[in-house]
Structures are given as C-alpha cells and as structure tokens.
C-alpha cells in the first residue's frame, strides 16, 4: 500500500482540496487527513476569467502557474505523501471536438515538490474516444466496497451523486469483482449543478455561492424554465456523457428577468431535475443515493433532489466518507492505479471503447 496526496480543483473554482488515501490502487486501506486553501476572491476571479479558454490563450498562463502555485503550498503540508494525484485546473472540455484542458503543468509541481506527481487524467481517454470524464467512478466502486465491508451499506446497487459545478452521478453494482468488469460502474454527468447558481451570486450579489441555499429556500423555482432547460439535447443523448462546465448558457438566461430569490430556486432546482432525469435512465434504481461535492451543504439542493428523485437521498457521510473531499482521495487513489498500470476508466464509464490507464508520471529529476 502506498500514501498517496490526491488534490482537486473544480469548477465551482472555490479552492483546492487535499486529502491523504493508503491504497494499493485497488482497495481502499484506510484514509487519512486533510485541508483546504480557499482561492481569494482576485484568483477565483482570475481563474474565472479563463474559463472556456484553450492552450495558448490569453488568461490560461497565469491561470496555470495559479495552480502549480495554491497546490504546492498545499502539498508542502503533507510530508508523508510517496505520490502526488494533480488534477489540475479545467478549463475547457469539448471531448468531442478541441478535447480537455486542464491547466497546470505536474511536472513543475513535481520539481516544487520534490516528489512524484501523476497528472494529466483525462487525456489519453478522449484520445481513444471516451468523454474524459467522470473520472471518479472507479474510485466510487472502491468506496462502495470499504463501505460495506464496514457494515456501513448494504450489498445492493447505490448512488454517488457529486455535486461540484457540474453534477455526475456513480451507479455502482458492489457485486462485481473489480470497478472495470462490465456493468460494476455506470457513470455520466447530470446537468449543471452548483455552477449557475455560484454565478448568479457572483453576477447580481458579488457572493461566491448561495451559502447553505438560503437564498433559493426563500425563493420559488420557475417550473416552466426547468421544463424549457429538460429539452436541452443532453438530456436525450445515450449514457455515458460528459459536460463543460457553460454548456448549459440558456439557464441563466432564462431567470434573467426572475428575482434574486426565484431566480435561485429555479436554478437549484433545475440541477435537481436533471438528477432525476439521469437516475431515470440507469438499468435499475439505486437504493440510495450518497451526495458528496459541495452542493450537500446546500440544505435548498438537497430538498430538491428528495422531492424529486424516486429513491433516498443522504450525505455520503452516512456511509462513513468524506464528501468534502471525496473527489481529491479520487485522485490519490487514481495516482496509485497509473503508477501500476491499471485502467482509470473504461466503456460504462466515459464510453471509451475499452478499459483506458490515463495519467502522466512526472518524476522530480526527471522533468517528465
């Protein structure tokens, strides 16, 4: 087993998460501590203004060095970390045209800190022909089984529903051998989730979110919007699928003229439909649906997936994780699997047409 640091920045471009995982990158050994670096409103701006932006765009280079920059200081705090898992910073993701980008060069965090760090992730997988993303599933499958094997859920098919800008939800089958055997893990991205609703704040308030959905539980959701935003062609297309974080630029315009209040609640609620949408299509219903990403802290959100989605809701606390910072043990546990070959994604989930080992190994002295 190794320590593995794995570390994430989303697209609700809050901060960086870090979370230390002991893996063999198959099964989950144990977890270990934690922290978050919170952006400052001048970076999360910065980085929000390369958003959309490819290599070689005006804003990307700052917005890399950015993220080489917040990572590293992170990093410096976990010594005991043998690997580091980068996720980087998206800015982009057209798997289907200009491919992914995710700013950040691991080889410079590499350097920085002087320690092995396994970046990249989701290239190689739109080279083959997959959407690149979710990259989580897998690691959803591993939790699952620690999960059970602690007595904490029951041996039946449930839900990781991930609530970061974008919303992806994990179906995964605990009976299967391993997260790559056909039919362990079916994966995709829902809809928007906290993105629209964080730029509605940053648009009419100057608020980085809607804390806690206090805003949206004050208002009325816009049923006809939510029904106009369900006829976007994602929603028709085969699973699995992927999504950038502004696909969805009618959304926002379509509260324009809605008050503040209303306004969020149509949004929030507009993400919780498009769950219910994606729930819809999986082979059979989960038992459960385990939310983790920083929409679960939002009490509006999380009433709106129970009252519309024809299954149990809860926090992936209930299973004994850490929605927090699920994403970042993600890529720890992803790290280990490049070092040692094995596939971080497949068919089920990013519709690759087999099992794909993303991931780049940058070695310090090496600056591979």
Not at 131 to 143: I, N, Q, T, V, Y
Not at 286 to 302: D, F, K, Q, S, T
Request: proline share 7%; charged share 20%.
């Amino acid at each position: 087993m190794l320590q593995a640091l794995g570390m994430m920045s989303g697209t609700s471009l809050d901060g960086v998460d870090a979370a230390m995982i002991e893996t063999d990158g198959r099964r989950i050994g144990g977890f270990g501590r934690s922290a978050y670096r919170a952006y400052s409103g001048n970076e999360s701006t910065m980085l929000h203004s390369a958003l959309g932006q490819w290599p070689g765009g005006p804003d990307v280079a700052e917005a890399a060095e950015l993220s080489v920059a917040a990572h590293a200081a992170l990093a410096d705090d976990f010594p005991e970390a043998q690997l580091i898992g980068y996720h980087g910073q998206t800015l982009a993701h057209d798997p289907h045209g200009r491919g992914t980008h995710q700013a950040g060069d691991g080889a410079a965090l590499a350097r920085r800190l002087d320690r092995p760090v396994v970046w990249d992730f989701r290239s190689e997988d739109v080279r083959q022909g997959g959407e690149g993303a979710p990259l989580a599933p897998f690691f959803h499958w591993a939790c699952a089984e620690w999960a059970m094997g602690q007595g904490l859920l029951p041996r039946a098919p449930v839900a990781f529903l991930n609530l970061g800008g974008v919303g992806n939800l994990t179906w995964v089958d605990p009976s299967a051998s391993a997260p790559e055997t056909e039919g362990a893990c079916i994966a995709f991205d829902t809809g928007p989730a906290n993105a629209p609703v964080n730029d509605l704040m940053r648009a009419r308030r100057g608020l980085l979110r809607d804390e806690g959905g206090a805003l949206a539980a004050a208002g009325t959701p816009d049923e006809e919007v939510i029904t106009r935003f369900l006829t976007h062609p994602h929603f028709a297309r085969p699973l699995p699928k992927s999504l950038d974080r502004d696909a969805f630029p009618d959304l926002l315009a379509g509260v324009a003229e809605l008050a503040d209040a209303d306004a969020a609640a149509t949004l929030t609620h507009a993400a919780a439909a498009a769950v219910a949408a994606g729930v819809a299509l999986l082979p059979q219903a989960p038992e459960l649906v385990l939310v983790c990403g920083g929409g679960r802290h939002n009490g509006a959100m999380m009433a709106a997936l129970a009252a519309r989605l024809p299954c149990r809701v809860a926090p992936v606390e209930e299973a004994g994780l850490d929605g927090d910072m699920l994403e970042a043990q993600a890529f720890g546990w992803l790290a280990v699997r490049v070092l040692r070959g094995l596939s971080t994604s497949g068919p089920g989930t990013t519709g690759a047409p087999g099992p794909v080992c993303g991931g780049r190994i940058s070695h310090p002295r090496l600056g591979g």
